[in-house]
């Protein structure tokens, strides 16, 4: 036996003994568990594997060096088919300047929690990202945790000890039902560089990535080009008259793409999901979809339409045809299961039928993270009967990537979005445009959805929510909101129709401004400042310009290299922005409010 394994073992057994001093973490946070596994890292101090009830399930864990970061990895072994045991990885450093914590959490928050509380974040195959980082106020990197568990739902319960002032962190598996198995294997990346906050979690997202096997799919050119969305100003009273009438201003002013959205395929305007399921256009609205489809795209603009993947109404066909299929009913809807073979033939032949006879040029593939249990699993009661997956994040995931391949045969720069919380490595693999979640009029928002998605999507593009605002809103707050979402490329959903025309005219310069420096605001170096603050300033950096907004009076940015052009964006309330020179001088200068300058 080597020195290492009988290392690994008198370690374990010792950590498993209680320890004595009171403001010890693992005594306040982890105790009265079978510790199944011990480990010491050089990033963290001391690792516990822990489970409740291991039964027959055998453990074993190694640590190993990934250039300056450390990579946990835990293998679980049982000698016939079960379900595996929950378990828990426990570790704390001291509270040393960590004041703040990132995640991919859509209500984005850097505060802290105490630790006792529950579990405090949760990702799974359409939810979130197991993706976390402790970072200090001056914006370096302390400790970045990454999973690569990008299927399975992975809890984690991330916060201060009370005893002693330890941040604790504990990542806790299979917490919900699951297939029977033989064997799993998971990673844990644990990164303590002194680095800028949002490196490290972009390299942490690309671990993820290669650690998961996951291949990203392609993204058209298309997907970076401005669009307009029928949503927030139609809801489902869209109609093919109104929606072209909407088209030919939206191509006028510069928009590429429109994706009609929820309402197509129902005469009901209740907003709700009991007609979703049979996918035929509603005749009193669309009574000719392909030509209709053909005529915006005369226009210059591609076609995208809305569908909610896994709901079925009880007023749809569908409905009926698959009862006895479902993972649960929601009220006036249930969610198909995927686990299925006939009920994901189904979907991709609905998505494939739909480009074929109306030539779309893509999809809005909404709702995929409602592919959960909420409960008990139904197919346990069945013996799993009828389905050839078992597990449905595993079900969603090849269905998923099947609907991709078949679209993309058809045609292979098909555009497919997808709207957070369902991002991250695996979604990449068939989807090209991941939008922010719905924050309707909330600039902010949609300013820290877009800076957190640039950071954990490598090359996929990155869409704001849809932009609204007011009729009577001024011209300047008007430039405000569209600065707040000019990292990602821009939806608008505004009734254009009704828009004055010194709104047009902020929208059209902003157009013209975000197609010039497309290829900085989306594909160059993008560094998002202090997210504990909000992101009060936000910096992109191609190899020729360097653009920074400001979100926030009183701050200062840096100009950088002066070789690069340099412009300023304002998004704050005041006209006055003030700039550090590369000599250390900081001027003063004048910027238009919800406007932008070029500064020598």
Not at 23 to 43: D, I, K
Not at 54 to 66: L, R, T, V
Not at 294 to 316: D, H
Request: glycine share 6%; with cysteine.
């Amino acid at each position: 036996m080597s020195m290492y394994r009988i290392y690994l073992l008198v370690l374990g057994l010792l950590l498993s003994l209680p320890l004595a001093a009171d403001n010890n973490p693992f005594n306040a946070a982890s105790g009265g568990t079978t510790v199944v596994q011990g480990l010491n890292s050089t990033r963290v101090g001391e690792i516990r594997i822990i489970s409740a009830n291991p039964g027959d399930w055998k453990f074993s864990a190694s640590i190993e060096a990934d250039g300056d970061r450390e990579v946990l990895t835990i293998v679980m072994d049982s000698p016939t088919p079960a379900q595996p045991a929950d378990f828990k990885v426990f570790f704390s450093i001291p509270q040393k300047g960590v004041f703040n914590v990132w995640t991919s959490k859509t209500d984005f928050s850097t505060h802290l929690d105490p630790f006792w509380s529950s579990p405090n974040y949760r990702s799974s195959f359409a939810y979130c990202m197991p993706l976390y980082s402790y970072f200090d106020d001056n914006e370096n990197n302390c400790l970045t945790i990454a999973c690569s568990e990008s299927l399975r739902r992975v809890d984690a319960k991330l916060g201060v000890l009370e005893e002693g002032c330890e941040i604790c962190s504990e990542l806790q598996y299979f917490n919900e039902p699951e297939a029977p198995l033989t064997h799993y294997t998971t990673q844990i990346l644990l990164d303590a560089r002194h680095v800028f906050w949002s490196e490290s979690i972009a390299e942490a997202s690309e671990w993820m990535t290669n650690a998961g096997g996951f291949e990203p799919s392609d993204v058209p050119d298309a997907a970076f080009e401005p669009l307009y969305s029928t949503w927030y100003q139609f809801h489902q009273q869209v109609t093919d008259e109104s929606v072209l009438a909407e088209c030919r201003l939206a191509a006028d002013l510069g928009m590429k793409t429109v994706i009609l959205d929820d309402g197509w395929q129902t005469d009901n305007t209740w907003k709700g999901y009991s007609w979703c399921g049979d996918w035929r256009p509603a005749l009193s609205k669309f009574p000719d979809m392909a030509a209709h489809v053909a005529r915006v795209q005369e226009l210059g603009m591609k076609y995208m339409v809305w569908y909610s993947v896994p709901y079925v109404g009880r007023n749809s066909d569908a409905y009926s045809l698959f009862r006895g299929k479902f993972l649960r009913e929601d009220g006036n809807a249930a969610i198909l299961d995927p686990r299925f073979p006939e009920v994901r033939e189904y979907l991709i032949g609905t998505y494939v039928k739909a480009l074929k006879e109306w030539n779309l040029d893509g999809f809005k593939l909404d709702f995929i993270d409602e592919f959960r249990l909420n409960g008990p699993d139904p197919a346990v009661a069945e013996n799993y009967a009828g389905r050839d997956i078992l597990n449905v994040s595993e079900a969603v995931n090849v269905l998923m990537k099947d609907v991709y391949t078949s679209l993309r045969a058809i045609k292979p720069d098909i555009l497919l979005e997808f709207r957070q919380a369902y991002i991250g490595p695996a979604v990449r693999q068939f989807g090209n445009m991941f939008r922010a979640a719905d924050c309707p009029g909330n600039a902010a928002d949609n300013r820290k959805r877009i800076a957190n998605l640039r950071l954990t999507s490598g090359s996929t593009a990155v869409h704001s929510d849809m932009l609204e605002w007011n009729l009577a809103e001024t011209p300047e707050n008007v430039g405000r909101t569209i600065i707040s979402s000019i990292f990602g490329v821009i939806q608008y959903s505004v009734m254009l129709e009704n828009l004055p025309q010194s709104q047009a005219d902020v929208v059209r310069q902003w157009m013209a401004f975000a197609g010039e420096h497309r290829e900085t605001l989306l594909r160059s170096e993008f560094r998002p400042r202090h997210p504990e603050l909000n992101y009060p300033v936000i910096e992109a950096e191609s190899v020729t310009e360097r653009i920074v907004a400001v979100f926030q009076d009183n701050v200062i940015v840096e100009r950088g290299d002066r070789s690069k052009k340099f412009y300023v964006l304002n998004a704050s309330g005041s006209t006055k922005v003030r700039i550090e020179q590369p000599n250390g001088k900081i001027i003063t200068v004048e910027v238009p409010c919800g406007g932008w300058s070029a500064i020598k």
